[in-house]
């Protein structure tokens, strides 16, 4: 069975950065593509946010491009997901999924708990 923790959110001043990770574990990480979601206080999950392709090739939605970078490191089986100038429309529970497509044509199938992040001062 496939299982994913991510870590790494907490409460951020804005405009500062933040770098959340996932870990995989139950199945080698290169089998996957990785993609990161996101669900606001009283709002729906969000698309897909960046995905990081089996191949480890990146690609992110264009509200979130400039300021997200996705990356994964195989040999540790995480992904990450760097957060730039953060803004407090960004506080949102942070979910990373594993599965299968093409960049942001991505079905996700396994996935986290959730990392919160706030961003207040």
């Known amino acids: 069975q496939v299982q994913l923790v991510e870590s790494g959110g907490g409460l951020v001043q804005p405009g500062g950065p933040l770098r959340l990770s996932c870990t995989v574990s139950?199945?080698?990480?290169?089998?996957?593509?990785l993609g990161w979601f996101r669900q606001a206080p009283g709002k729906e999950r969000e698309g897909v946010l960046c995905v990081s392709n089996s191949d480890g090739t990146p690609a992110c939605a264009d509200s979130v491009k400039g300021r997200f970078t996705i990356s994964r490191d195989n040999a540790k089986n995480t992904s990450y997901l760097q957060i730039n100038s953060l803004k407090p429309e960004d506080t949102a529970v942070y979910y990373c999924a594993a599965g299968w497509g093409v960049d942001l044509a991505y079905t996700p199938v396994y996935w986290g708990q959730g990392t919160q992040v706030t961003v207040s001062s």
């Open positions: 139950g199945r080698i990480l290169h089998y996957y593509n």
